[in-house]
């Protein structure tokens, strides 16, 4: 017969076998997760300075962290920032103000206040929709919106994605307000949006953006964590789909 102090050895040696398995389970069950979405990049190709505009959609708590407000981009590529997506599910509009002056060079927090701009405080104006951390794969969703219009080409593309999945690049690389019908252009520049000939004007030229409530892009996505999602101004204004040899031979 086992003596007391058999069977409590025994015991403990089994609870320490069963320890190490769940240990081990939990560590698998992490390393196979994706890994969480970081960073936000905005970068300005453009031959002017913009004043990006990041925030978030109604009723998500916090933006993105490191948010430029009132931050200039300068032209040419020189302008580059990169944010960090708050922990947790995130979702805002990211849009590129163009002209804007400075009332003041320091608000107190060591940011520009913005004044009045030329474009991209009121319609028309591009806007670059970003979603990320959904669900529990940390699903990533992006666009780029027409539908009030257009002031800056752009174009939305993620790195650092799990293969296989489809992260394209969307948005329009094309300067519509360069090409746009005189009775549509904007009073301040930029070219109109809302009415029903102009978004078929606007799908026509640039098919991977959305240019009403109910509209998608020609190229599907089905995208999971990516370690960052780029918006870049005016990009160079080739065809969305030869963008990613461009973004890959930029400076990081």
Sequence with gaps: MSSPLSKKKTLAAVEALMMAFLLALASATASSQPPATGNLTLHNLCPFPVWPLVTANAGVPTDARGEPAGHRLDGHGWGL???????????????????CTAVDEDDGHGDVVIGRCLTGDTPPVTVAQVSVGG?????????????????????????????GRRCPTLGCAADLAAECPVGARGPRGGCGGGGTSEAAWFKARCPDTRTNATDVEATPQDCVAPGEIKVV???????VGSYHALVQSLPD
């Design 81 to 99: 920032v990169t944010l960090a997506f708050p922990p947790g599910a995130w979702s805002g509009r990211v849009v590129a103000r163009t002209g």
């Design 233 to 239: 101004f005016c990009p160079n204004p080739d065809s």
């Design 135 to 163: 669900g529990p794969e940390r699903r990533a969703a992006y666009s780029v919106s027409l539908v009030d219009g257009f002031n800056v080409a752009v174009v939305v593309t993620p790195h650092g994605f799990a293969e």
